[in-house]
């Protein structure tokens, strides 16, 4: 989930919400790729690759327990079948510089 003063992640399966920290860029630009047609804070569903780590010391991070730091975007999705597979309005690896 995407939004002013959110960047959250929650995995497929479950499990505690982390803070998304964006250092290549790369998630915010497919973001921006399927923005036309979002809700704002409205939940995608993506395929990453990154580390987790601790939360950010302050900011609206500070509010997680961990941080997932995305180093590389392999697809996003705003509508399809979720955790089972993109669906039609993905942005995949390819489209990323």
Known sequence: MIGH???SFTPCGGGEPVWIS????????????????L???????AVVRGRLGEAPGHGFGAEYKRQLVV???????ADGSGCN????RSVGSNALP
Do not use: Q
């Open 22 to 37: 964006d250092p290549t860029g790369r998630l915010a630009e497919s973001y921006r790729d399927l923005a036309p047609g």
């Open 85 to 88: 597979g993109p669906g039609p």
């Open 39 to 45: 809700v704002p804070y409205e939940a995608l569903f």
């Open 71 to 77: 180093t590389e975007v392999e697809s996003m999705a």
């Open 5 to 7: 003063e959110v960047r």
